[in-house]
């Protein structure tokens, strides 16, 4: 069983950075895909990055490519999530998610592992 824990939100304005951390313990080895989702009250969890172990496939939506940045320190067990140049439509919750398939997911309910939450709200 995987458990997974984010670090780093907070409240910031608009053009802002901020670097979210997420770290997975309860077994030996990272999990094959680890993910950053986002969830606005009300809407479904919305795929923001995702990343292989070995990084070899990352992906974007375009609604961040450009201004988030994912990456991942295998050694620790560790996902980081890069935001850059904030937006108020950025606020949400963002969850850490990780999986052991073999295959890049896109969809939430695909995720075996999730994290609580982090809180992110940019200011205008």
């Known amino acids: 069983q995987v458990q997974l824990i984010e670090f780093g939100g907070g409240l910031v304005q608009a053009g802002d950075s901020l670097r979210l951390s997420c770290t997975a313990s309860?077994?030996?080895?990272?999990?094959?895909?680890m993910s950053w989702f986002r969830q606005l009250p009300g809407k479904e969890r919305e795929l923001v990055a995702s990343s292989t172990r070995d990084g070899a496939n990352i992906l974007y939506p375009a609604s961040v490519r450009g201004r988030f940045t994912i990456s991942r320190d295998s050694a620790k067990n560790t996902v980081y999530l890069q935001m850059d140049s904030l937006q108020p439509e950025d606020t949400a919750i963002y969850y850490c998610a990780a999986d052991d398939a073999k295959v890049v997911l896109t969809a939430a309910r695909s995720y075996d592992y999730w994290g609580p939450g982090t809180q992110v709200t940019v200011s205008s």
């Open positions: 309860g077994r030996t080895g990272s999990p094959y895909i």
